[in-house]
């Protein structure tokens, strides 16, 4: 019975495409970090990545291929981040990473490799036919203080800033965005 439950637990808190956390694993994990921050661990930063042009991959390949877009992205964000870091599947084509014990200036590094290696990647869609897949992120450090929900108000604010500037870019949250 335990392990039943268990199980219908990890369902509840994991995408089923992906093996990822979903948001409410993502809101789980969030808060037993800002638990530990009051005890006096340090910020964290987080980055919302899109992929760019995901509809217009759905239109023209169908729902499968982006399907298996989102299985190849969420191996290769996994592949590419730090021990430690949690990356999540929020919705759609849009997913999270969480950088504890990591400032902005560090978590851009990161954040600018997973990028740019996922631009590098190919992804086979027909016999012989593959595509490129770039994303666009947002990042910010949490503030002291600062309630989960408003850094993710303020990272999604760069995100759609660096969408907009062009996309396949990394903008950083201001700290009045």
Do not use: C
């Amino acid at each position: 019975m335990r392990d039943e439950r268990d199980r219908m637990a990890d369902l509840v808190i994991t995408d089923h495409l992906t093996g990822l956390p979903n948001r409410a694993g993502l809101e789980q994990y969030i808060e037993r970090l800002m638990r530990a921050r009051e005890g006096g661990a340090p910020l964290f930063s987080l980055a919302v990545l899109d992929i760019d042009h995901f509809k217009a991959i759905n239109d023209t390949f169908g729902h499968d291929i982006g399907d298996r877009i989102l299985v190849w992205l969420s191996e290769r964000l996994a592949q590419y981040l730090r021990d430690g870091d949690l990356v999540a599947r929020v919705g759609g084509e849009e997913f999270v990473i969480v950088m504890p014990w990591a400032q902005a200036k560090q978590a851009q590094k990161v954040v600018e490799r997973v990028r740019a290696n996922i631009g590098k990647g190919r992804v086979p869609v027909t016999d012989g036919q593959t595509i490129a897949v770039t994303v666009s992120a947002g990042l910010g450090e949490q503030r002291p203080g600062e309630a989960f929900g408003e850094l993710f108000r303020r990272v999604d604010t760069a995100l759609y800033a660096a969408k907009h500037a062009g996309r396949d870019q990394t903008h950083l949250a201001g700290p009045d965005a």
